[in-house]
């Protein structure tokens, strides 16, 4: 059994078919999805998936950091109001993105750094997006309180200083996706300095497909392409790979 610990399954890639790529990842023995929100406009539909499949998809409350506008304290309010009327499994996907807009990094702290409060009030893991980021947003995470937080550095693509720095961060795993497959992948070269008990799996679909289905729609059935180039990487069987990251999932989501 395998667990996608994020996907963006209520993007319109998956209006057509929801039904069948649902069906298509529990029968790759993926089944359990774990979904971050992006904005508040997308909570309706996050919302709905989930209550249309519950035993499969599981939902995350937050703002991604590429959705922050100068209006980010009212959505905030928003976010905030979300995480009192059902259960979430995990504050996500928020962070630091300095990859599309550089120009709102004070107004992105300041969300992420609330959000991140908001995880440790709750008792909840965080799903992190980090893009060009990785040095502000392990600043936060100290500022914040690294000994009171846990969650994944999503999709995992730094460089060996930045991994063993996120190493460092004892409750904080890896999510390792597509990337990983792809010929240009540095992070491969050093990966291994986490140890398999330190990794989850994602795909981030609709996007970053691995090879072989790279430039392709993504979703969660491909991630046991994934998973297969991990066992190659350290040298193991797939079924340790997808036993010790499934293992990873259950005991920082409580799954
Ligand atoms: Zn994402």
Redesign the pocket.
């Known amino acids: 059994m395998l667990i996608d610990t994020?996907?963006?399954l209520f993007e319109d890639a998956f209006d057509e078919d929801i039904a069948e790529v649902i069906a298509r990842a529990v029968e790759a023995g993926v089944s359990k999805l774990l979904l971050?929100n992006?904005e508040v406009a997308s909570i309706p539909r996050l919302n709905a998936l989930c209550d249309r499949f519950p035993d499969v998809c599981f939902p995350m409350m937050g703002i991604?950091p590429t959705t922050i506008t100068a209006d980010f304290r009212r959505d905030l309010e928003h976010i905030r109001a979300a995480l009192e009327q059902r259960k979430y499994i995990a504050i996500?996907?928020v962070g630091i993105d300095l990859y599309w807009d550089k120009s709102r990094l004070k107004e992105q702290t300041e969300a992420f750094e609330t959000q991140l409060r908001w995880s440790v009030e709750l008792d909840l893991p965080v799903?992190i997006?980090t893009r060009e980021a990785i040095p502000q947003v392990l600043e936060s995470l100290h500022k914040v309180g690294i000994d009171r937080l846990r969650g994944v550095l999503?999709?995992f693509t730094g460089s060996r200083n930045e991994l063993e720095e996120a190493l460092r961060c004892k409750n904080f795993l890896i999510g390792i996706d597509g990337p990983v497959t792809y010929k240009k992948a540095d992070f491969v070269d050093y990966l291994t300095l986490a140890p398999l008990d330190r990794l989850v799996l994602?795909t981030?679909a609709p996007?970053l497909s691995p090879v072989p289905m790279r430039g392709k729609r993504n979703e969660p059935a491909y991630m046991v392409y994934t998973a297969q180039k991990l066992a190659e990487i350290y040298g193991c069987s797939l079924d340790e790979v997808m036993r010790t990251t499934t293992k990873n999932a259950e005991t920082l989501f409580l799954l």
């Open positions: 994020h996907t963006h971050p992006l991604h996500g996907e799903s997006h999503h999709c994602e981030d996007y």
